[in-house]
């Protein structure tokens, strides 16, 4: 268990509109690395997960992070260091590099996806 790649909790969908979205790609051994990158890029950078102000550094993300810290901090040795690398939305990035960052977890959306009525043509 010690050995988990952590961006594996932000690519492996549950079905819930809190979870990581569905990709339309099976994942394999030969691009899991590159596969990994991508879902994390997206899930770090996705609004509808986390929230930043870049005038307090104060971050409102995915619960998701909060269940699995032990696994983000594994290697990096916080949250805020886990997720720098993957930032690319300015006000993220920006409130990642204040000196003093405030990590706060967002309520999970345990609703399924695309319930009935809520499907493209229903």
């Not at 509808?48 to 290697?75: C, H, I, M, Q």
């Not at 006000?91 to 706060?104: F, G, K, Y």
């Amino acid at each position: 268990y010690a050995s988990v790649d952590p961006r594996i909790h932000l690519a492996i969908s549950n079905g819930t509109r809190g979870g990581p979205p569905l990709v339309s790609e099976p994942y394999g051994a030969e691009r899991l690395d590159s596969q990994l990158a991508r879902a994390a890029y997206r899930f770090v950078n996705d609004p509808a997960y986390n929230l930043a102000d870049p005038t307090t550094g104060r971050l409102e993300v995915s619960r998701l992070f909060g269940w699995y810290l032990s696994d983000f901090e594994r290697k990096t040795g916080s949250l805020a260091n886990f997720l720098r690398p993957f930032a690319t939305r300015p006000d993220l990035r920006d409130a990642l590099n204040v000196a003093a960052v405030t990590i706060a977890y967002r309520p999970f959306d345990w609703r399924l996806n695309a319930v009935a009525g809520e499907r493209p043509g229903e």
